[in-house]
């Protein structure tokens, strides 16, 4: 079955960047876009982007611009988010999130918590 | 970017009654409108899918319908289970997405 592992919890300091995959099994990473969603404590979803894991394309919310990147190692069935220049306002939990052939998000990663904190 | 607005932002309802939420688009979005349940620490449920397709194993008391700018998200029978926060999401293509900012429903 389609399973998404996501790497642990991670804690930054202000300024810092952080890394954290998601890890696809079950299925062909190349045949399905990934997204990645993010939810502050308390807050709603917020979308960051996409990648498209065939062509490496990538799309990013427009907020997150300039701080935020993904790309995929289609040897380990990986993908990966990094943010740089991190701020309280990062903190959050991040997840992975398969788009199925229908248009919805049909998988998701278990959450990782990135708490920045000095 | 296209913006999504979502209302009430909470509600608060006895077992057994007919529950709606209405979602907005900034701009038309045609029937590429998602809606999704999540209950506390879990991730996201898919139950509606292109404005009015009821996702795989979602009971029939959820339903939605829309299109264009205005969307809508009824439970037409609140079970106790239900207690969770209801978003909206758009896809105006499939680079770009967005969520509503959530409707908490609780039992009252």
């Known amino acids: 079955q389609v399973q998404l592992v996501q790497s642990g919890a991670e804690v930054r300091q202000p300024g810092a960047s952080v890394k954290v995959s998601c890890k696809a099994s079950?299925?062909?990473?190349?045949?399905?876009?990934m997204h990645w969603v993010r939810q502050a404590p308390g807050q709603g979803l917020e979308w960051m982007g996409v990648?498209?894991?065939?062509?490496?394309?990538?799309s990013y919310a427009q907020k997150l611009q300039g701080r935020v990147s993904i790309s995929r190692d289609t040897s380990t069935s990986t993908v990966n988010m990094e943010l740089s220049s991190l701020t309280s306002d990062d903190t959050a939990v991040y997840y992975c999130?398969?788009?199925?052939?229908?248009?919805?998000?049909?998988?998701w990663g278990q959450g990782t918590l990135v708490t920045v904190s000095s | 970017d296209i913006q999504m607005t979502q209302s009430p932002s909470s509600l608060s309802a006895s077992v057994g009654d007919r529950v709606t939420i209405s979602c907005q688009a900034s701009?038309?979005?045609?029937?590429?409108l998602n809606w999704y349940q999540q209950r506390p620490g879990k991730a996201p449920r898919l139950l509606i899918y292109?404005?009015?397709n009821l996702g795989a194993g979602v009971p029939s008391r959820f339903s939605g319908g829309g299109s264009g700018t205005d969307f809508t998200f009824t439970i037409s029978s609140l079970q106790p289970e239900d207690v969770a926060t209801y978003y909206c999401?758009?896809?105006?293509?499939?680079?770009?997405?967005?969520f509503g900012p959530g409707t908490k429903v609780d039992i009252k």
């Open positions: 999130a398969r788009l199925g052939i229908l248009g919805y998000f049909d998988s």
């Open positions: 990648i498209n894991p065939s062509g490496g394309i990538t």
């Open positions: 079950g299925y062909t990473l190349t045949s399905y876009y």
């Open positions: 701009q038309d979005i045609s029937n590429h």
């Open positions: 292109d404005a009015s």
């Open positions: 999401q758009q896809y105006d293509n499939l680079l770009l997405f967005t």
